[in-house]
């Protein structure tokens, strides 16, 4: 009984330090850089821990997180408000250093700001 309860807390302490790695924190992203620009949305994620838009920036295609989902509903934006062919202004920060990543602060559709932080 005291081996599974033992298996059973080495398992918590794994998922909570997976949970912790795959957390993408404001650090890693270049604030001295803001990026805004317009785009149209090419695939979006609506799903928990981030909403994800993949987007096209300089002829390049990026991978932006936005907000999870709870602060993105609290705030009005909606999954059918962001998908595929929606035009978009984003104000994002890119990763300081995987290319191809940012993180947005603002997204604007339909002319309507939501703050994402």
């Known amino acids: 009984m005291k081996q599974t309860k ?3 807390l080495a398992l918590a302490v794994l998922l909570c ?7 993408h924190g404001w650090a890693d992203y270049d604030q001295t850089k803001p990026q805004d620009f317009t785009t149209k949305i090419e695939e979006s ?3 928990n821990p981030h909403v994800l838009a993949k987007v096209k920036y300089n002829k390049e295609m990026y991978t932006v997180f936005l907000a999870p989902t709870s602060r993105m ?3 009005g934006l909606t999954g059918d408000m962001i998908k595929k062919g929606t035009e978009v202004r984003l ?3 890119p990763h300081k250093t995987e290319k191809g990543e940012m993180r ?3 997204i604007f559709v339909d002319g309507k700001k939501f703050e994402l932080r």
């Not at 330090?17 to 957390?23: G, V, W």
């Open 6 to 8: 033992n298996i059973y």
């Open 17 to 23: 330090a997976s949970f912790t790695m795959m957390h």
């Open 45 to 47: 994620i609506y799903e």
């Open 73 to 75: 509903t609290d705030r």
């Open 91 to 93: 104000v994002a920060y």
């Open 104 to 106: 947005a602060e603002r």
